[in-house]
């Protein structure tokens, strides 16, 4: 039976349980047992915040009825993020689900990356990652 279990390292680079779940589950092995696992970092809610909110402020300073999961979408399709069908009227494209049972952590910090460079280069020339930053955590910060 497949248990999910929450890890960290400690000071001593050992993997130690984070929780009272984990520690009773590994508690339960029998010494010397081995076992098998997919090792993933949990998503981390604020990065999934801070990258609704960059593309909400882009959004809100665009003319047109747009909103921030458009501005996502559009980065994953220029990305090639996504699939691509053919459709009765021609192509479709599909983006990938960046739900947290969806996707890393890692594979979450390389979008928001590429997001960011996307913004900067192609949506707004000009604008620095440091500016946009600092932006999107003025506005998470009047949220709170």
Known sequence: ???TVFLKRDELGHLVP????TKEWLAGLPKGEAVKGIMTRPR???FHR???ACA???ASNMDGNINARQIVAGYQAFAGLGDTFKGRHGEVFVPKSIAFDAMSQDSFDE??????EWVCSNVIPGLS?????AEVEQKLRDFQ
Do not use: H, P
């Open 129 to 133: 990652a440091r500016d946009l930053d």
């Open 50 to 52: 801070k990258l609704f």
């Open 44 to 46: 981390n809610a604020k």
């Open 56 to 58: 909400g402020l882009i």
């Open 111 to 116: 979008l928001y990356k590429g997001f960011v």
């Open 1 to 3: 039976m497949a248990t």
């Open 18 to 21: 984070t929780d009272e779940g």
